[in-house]
């Protein structure tokens, strides 16, 4: 089993509506991550965790919030979707103990019509 | 606050050429860097990664790169491509050189690797 996993993979909404995406991990790792890529922009952190206490905006939080609600789960959310909202999101965790190496999960693809 | 910079946005090479992906990184103390590949539709994995120590380190599937302080660069080579190479490739550094409490990584924009037969 993966020790990152993403629901859903792949969703479609409509502009307005409210999406989470759900993140679990199995490794163990106190901290965690919420990227979105985009062609050409590369990864751009949304959100980040280091703990079940602690949440932090990343560089491009604004229309996305969070919740983490245990160790090994972080959701992100989109109170109300917009077109440019739509991108590859991933959800990565690092070991507290390591040298930032993060390990990423295979994303989730979001299109808002 | 620390940058990297990517030069490029797609390099194609023929297979059993040399690959060279280029990474320059901007930090205001010791870096910790890391070179990450994406194959198509799927997340990132790390292929290799500088801490301290050895400047030249070598990573999975053949890459290795070389840490150069003085030219702040860290750039990916692998001396013979592989078909299996095409991906995206995408260089990161950590903003704290030591493991610190609250240390995050900061990607550069990614290079795609395309391999001709």
């Known amino acids: 089993d993966a020790d990152v996993t993403q629901t859903p993979r792949n969703r479609i909404t409509k502009t307005g509506k409210r999406i989470m995406l759900e993140c679990s991990q199995t490794?163990?790792?106190?901290?965690m991550y919420w990227y979105r890529q985009d062609p050409g922009l590369g990864l751009r952190l949304i959100y980040y965790?280091?703990?079940?206490?602690?949440?932090n905006k990343g560089e491009i939080s604004d229309g996305y919030s969070v919740s983490r609600q245990a160790q090994a789960k972080f959701s992100l959310s989109l109170e109300s979707a917009i077109p440019n909202q739509t991108a590859l999101y991933f959800c990565?965790?690092?070991?507290?103990?390591?040298?930032?190496?993060?390990?990423f999960g295979p994303g989730t693809r979001l299109t808002v019509l | 606050a620390q940058s990297v910079t990517q030069l490029g946005s797609h390099v194609s090479v023929s297979e059993g050429a040399l690959v060279l992906l280029r990474c320059n990184y901007s930090?205001?103390?010791?870096?910790?860097l890391f070179w990450y590949v994406q194959y198509p539709n799927q997340g990132l994995q790390l292929l290799l990664k500088?801490?301290?120590?050895?400047?030249l380190v070598k990573g999975i599937n053949g890459f290795e790169a070389e840490f150069k302080k003085s030219e702040t660069s860290f750039h990916l080579t692998k001396p013979s491509a592989h078909m299996s190479d095409a991906a995206e490739y995408f260089c990161?550094?950590?903003?704290?050189?030591?493991?610190?409490?609250?240390?995050?990584?900061?990607f550069g924009k990614g290079i795609t690797l395309s391999v001709r037969p």
């Open positions: 990565a965790t690092s070991d507290f103990h390591g040298p930032d190496t993060q390990y």
């Open positions: 490794k163990g790792h106190d901290r």
């Open positions: 965790s280091f703990d079940v206490k602690d949440i």
């Open positions: 930090s205001s103390v010791p870096p910790y």
């Open positions: 500088y801490t301290t120590g050895a400047t």
């Open positions: 990161a550094v950590s903003d704290q050189g030591t493991a610190g409490a609250n240390s995050k990584l900061t």
